[in-house]
């Protein structure tokens, strides 16, 4: 399961989930949506292509591909490698849609999230090594941090790119 960010406006100008299953009509087959709005759909390599918008208004996507034995049997058939390149092709169309990026702005804000997460969890280190070494360090510090901390790892944790804020916060507090 990926997740990605979507441009600020494109889920409510497409419809939500809705428009969404009717986006993924135009790019893959066999569509069906269920009464939340998730779609499931297949096309060449791509034998299981699912996707919902969360509450967060990120584009949530489920794939299965072809593998191995079976994907070498598609390729050696007649038209097998222009079907696997025409679903390639599909795939990135649809994402570029659904989310209103290119495959490098997608890739770019991939990055940015990653460096939010890498920034969280080394705040995290640097505040239990402060508390650890420091010796005139209040319990009301302490308490204060360690509140932060779970804070910033239940985010983590459920996949939510903690704020810039947040960690500055824990960091400040040292």
Known sequence: MEKFAVRRGLQ???GGNAGLAKLATEYFENINADSEGKFTG????????????????????????????D?????????????????????SGFLDQATGYNAKQRGDKAKEEAKKFSKAKSAIKMALKSI????N?????????????????????KGDAPSEGKVKKLNDLF
């Open 42 to 69: 297949s096309f060449g390599i791509l034998t299981n292509v699912s996707g919902f918008f969360d509450d967060d208004g990120k584009l949530v996507v489920d794939v299965v591909q072809l593998k191995g034995d």
């Open 137 to 157: 360090v209040t319990q009301e510090k302490i308490d204060k941090a360690n509140q932060m901390i779970a804070e910033l790892e239940e985010m983590i944790e």
């Open 71 to 91: 994907l070498g049997e598609l390729l050696s058939k007649d038209g097998g490698r222009e079907i696997a390149m025409e679903s390639r092709k599909r795939w």
């Open 12 to 14: 409510k100008s497409l």
């Open 132 to 135: 650890e070494l420091s010796s």
